[in-house]
Structure formats: structure tokens, C-alpha cells
């Protein structure tokens, strides 16, 4: 009798280790991002990596290896360039803007460029939107080295106006473009006054309106890094062995912040929908709604486009992410739509292995959450 009881009990308590009614805790979610290091890390020549998770209520950030070849050991301070991921703080620029009424998702691009940036230019039919979601007709480099806004302005205006330029009329077809998100992000900090300068309109707009409130304190511009907190970021930032970008900082909204691995989970939490103050959660879900009709990607057909996001529903779950790559930095960013299960990863080297595939097996290695289970992507 009591040896079947004894067993009962046993079974239970198995059932409970292993089943969906197990919680995610600090130190299962923790074991995940080791294991992540020790399949991917050194055995593929990475240098160093950040790597966070958000499963249930288990929010937690991890480094490991190297800010640099030889150098000091990586940890949640060390300063990644995020490459394209910046690309979402000038989209969720764009969506808090949206949300308080200041502009509107298809109002024409050209209402905001100034005269002398070549306004004349633009063509009437190319709205913001299609600026966040790659269907602008702009190729996809930013030029370099432009030696003030107007200039810049003028430059994407001109290539809008000649078709050996540009890609396609607006809202023709899709093609990714950093100089499309560069032009947004420049004329949404010029709108909401701030001048041109030498960390540009968009730097301090984005710090103000996103980063600042959200406590993102580590999240700046190479120039920015430069012009206020030079003495932290040579101490902190991370090399990949290529030289950085010191050009001028109108591209920055394209691919042009340096964060860690604090700020890095906070902005996972907030791109869930999970964290930060009312008016920027407010706005937080413009952020994957489709604004144009014929969105899809052309080479993805179970992929559309959000304001920077792309939404994939090929596993049959709607999986949201972004990647950067450049400059020897790589990073990606990826979460369950609606579920409370998401990752981030941060290198400064290459990986043999595709980032988003390492990406998609931790988020998919998680421990389940109760009620939740484990959706794929």
C-alpha cells in the first residue's frame, strides 16, 4: 500500500518536472543560453556574445567570450553595434508619432523633406510607411560622408527622380533599403524640432522619445558615444577587427547604435509588449499591423512587413524579428507575437552558423510556460 502510494507520488512529481506545468525559472532559462554558448561559441570561432530571453515571467540577460580577440571578457556592459536593429527605434519613433496624432502612416514624405533638402523631388506618392517597410524605391546603401542634412535630403531626392537610380517607383515592389530608413528617421527628429548638428536631428529625438524613457542609457550613436561619453565607450565597446563608421550621422535611424545586453533585454520587453510607459505601449502594436496592402515580401511568401518588423508565419506561428549585420557585428532580435516568449543575440564576430537559425533554437530550446506550451519558430 505504501509502496504504491510512494510511486504515485513519484509519477507526479516526474510528471510535474518535465510537463507543460513546470515554470520557467531564472536558472532554466539561464541553462538554455549556456547551453546555446557551448553548441555555437567557441567550437565556431566566436569571439564574443550577449544573449538574452524573455519566457513567462523569466527575464535574463547573459555574456560570454570576448569584447575583443584577447581582449577583456564580455559581460552587460560591453557596447555592440546593433547593426539594422536600430532600424525598430526609428520605427517605434514613427509608431509613437502615429499614435498621438502627429503624423499619419500615409501622409507623402514630401510634406517633411525642406525645400533646400529637395522637396521637389520626391515624388507625392511616397509615404512614411512605405519608408518602415521597405517599398520606398530607394536602394539599399546609404551614402556616405554627406556633409549636412539638406544634402542628405537632396541626395535621396535626386535618386527618387531618376529611374537608373532608384529601385522601382514607391510602392511598386519591395526592397530593403537602410537609406529609406535614414531619410525617415531624419525627418521625423527634423519635424519634431530638433536642427542638424553633429549627431544629426534623429539622435536626440530617438533618446528623448524612446530610449530615455524606456531607461535605455547605453544605446547612442558611434558619434554621439564620441561627443558626450568617450571615456565609457572605450573602455566598453566591443571590436569585430573592422574599422567603424565615423561618417557623417544622417544614416544612423539605418544601422548606427551601440548598445549592451541591459538595454538590449529592456527593448526586447518593450518590442513584446511587455514593458515601458503608456504612451510608448500605446503605440507599440502599429508596430507589426500592416499599413500597405501588398506588403509581402517577394521572396518570402509567408512573410510580411511591419514598421521595421518582419511577422513570418511559416511554422504556423507568428514569429517577429529583425537582424543587423555589418562591420563585423551581427545581431537579432526574435519573439512569439502575443506570447511572452523571445530572444535577442549580440556578436561581434562571424557565426559559422547563421544567426538566425542560432536565434530560432533558443527561443525554440525555452523551457515551456504553462498555458503557453512552447510555440515554434
Known amino acids: ?126 509615404t512614411l510607411a512605405e519608408l518602415a517597410e521597405h517599398y520606398s524605391g530607394l536602394p539599399k546603401p546609404t551614402p556616405k560622408k554627406t556633409k549636412s542634412l539638406d544634402a542628405f535630403f537632396l541626395q535621396a531626392g535626386a535618386c527618387l527622380a531618376k529611374a537608373s537610380c532608384r529601385n522601382d517607383e514607391p510602392g511598386k515592389s519591395y526592397l530593403y533599403s537602410n537609406w529609406a530608413f535614414s531619410v525617415l528617421g531624419d525627418l521625423l527628429g527634423l519635424k519634431d524640432g530638433f536642427s542638424d548638428g553633429p549627431i544629426g536631428p534623429w539622435e536626440p529625438d530617438n533618446i528623448k522619445s524612446v530610449a530615455k524613457p524606456l531607461g535605455l542609457t547605453h544605446t547612442r550613436s558611434l558619434p554621439d558615444w564620441i561627443l558626450k561619453h568617450a571615456a565609457y565607450f572605450a573602455v566598453h565597446v566591443a571590436t569585430s577587427g573592422q574599422e567603424q563608421d565615423t561618417s557623417a550621422p544622417y544614416g544612423d535611424p539605418g544601422g548606427g547604435l551601440y548598445s549592451d545586453a541591459r538595454d538590449m533585454l529592456r527593448w526586447l520587453r518593450y518590442s513584446m509588449g511587455l514593458f515601458g510607459p503608456p504612451k510608448l505601449l500605446a503605440a507599440q502594436h502599429l508596430l507589426y499591423e500592416n499599413a500597405i496592402a501588398n506588403n509581402l515580401k517577394t521572396d518570402q511568401p509567408k512573410e510580411v ?73
Open 1 to 126: 500500500m505504501q509502496a504504491g502510494i510512494l510511486a504515485a507520488l513519484l509519477a507526479c512529481a516526474v510528471g510535474f518536472g518535465s510537463g507543460t506545468s513546470a515554470r520557467p525559472t531564472t536558472a532554466s532559462v539561464t541553462a538554455a543560453l549556456d547551453k546555446l554558448w557551448a553548441k555555437y561559441g567557441p567550437s565556431q570561432g566566436l569571439v564574443g556574445l550577449c544573449a538574452g530571453a524573455v519566457d513567462g515571467p523569466v527575464a535574463v540577460e547573459k555574456c560570454y567570450g570576448k569584447g575583443a580577440k584577447g581582449g577583456a571578457q564580455a559581460d552587460d556592459r560591453t557596447l555592440f553595434r546593433i547593426e539594422s536593429v536600430s532600424k525598430t527605434f526609428a520605427a517605434t519613433l514613427l509608431a509613437l508619432r502615429v499614435q498621438t496624432g502627429a503624423v499619419n502612416l500615409d501622409d507623402p514624405v514630401r510634406e517633411y523633406i525642406p525645400v533646400l533638402g529637395g522637396q521637389p523631388l520626391y515624388p507625392t506618392s511616397l
Open 305 to 377: 512587413m511591419g514598421l521595421a518588423w518582419d511577422v513570418n508565419t511559416s511554422t504556423g506561428t507568428a514569429c517577429v524579428w529583425k537582424g543587423g549585420d555589418g562591420l563585423g557585428f551581427h545581431s537579432y532580435v526574435t519573439f512569439v507575437k502575443d506570447v511572452r516568449r523571445g530572444v535577442f543575440l549580440l556578436f561581434n564576430s562571424d557565426p559559422e552558423t547563421s544567426k538566425k537559425t542560432i536565434g530560432k533554437n533558443l527561443l525554440n530550446s525555452l523551457p515551456p510556460t504553462p498555458g503557453a506550451g512552447s510555440p515554434t519558430c
